[in-house]
């Protein structure tokens, strides 16, 4: 059973920088679709980015151009580089995965295509 757990969620100033990071366990034999969302209370979650070992990374427009997301295939952990962070990134970021899904990645953009969540982990971006 595919577990993932998310850290490095924290307060930072505008224009600052954090990088996220979900520690990816159980069996995926590398096939598996990431996806980063996020979430403001009282909204629907939003998808940020999606990446697999097979398919670039995608972002939402609102982050493209600040938002890295890579995989690590050897350690298994899934990374989300967020610079230049603005008020409205603040959000609790969830990581996401669809085991058997890597040659349909570029195409999950919703929720409801990822089986698999994260806990979350808060990201508060101060003026």
């Known amino acids: 059973q595919v577990q993932l757990v998310e850290s490095g969620g924290d307060s930072v100033q505008a224009g600052g920088s954090l990088k996220l990071s979900c520690a990816v366990s159980?069996?995926?034999?590398?096939?598996?679709?990431m996806g980063w969302f996020r979430q403001v209370p009282g909204n629907d979650r939003e998808w940020v980015s999606a990446?697999?070992?097979?398919?670039?990374?995608t972002y939402a427009d609102s982050v493209k151009g600040r938002f890295t997301s890579s995989l690590d295939n050897a350690t298994n952990t899934l990374y989300l580089q967020m610079n230049d962070l603005k008020l409205e990134d603040t959000a609790a970021y969830y990581c996401?995965?669809?085991?058997?899904?890597?040659?349909?990645?570029?195409?999950?953009?919703?929720?409801?295509?990822?089986?698999?969540w994260g806990q979350g982990t808060r990201v508060s971006v101060s003026s």
């Open positions: 996401a995965a669809e085991v058997g899904a890597r040659y349909t990645c570029m195409r999950r953009r919703r929720p409801a295509y990822f089986t698999v």
């Open positions: 159980g069996d995926t034999s590398g096939n598996i679709c």
């Open positions: 990446i697999s070992s097979v398919s670039p990374p």
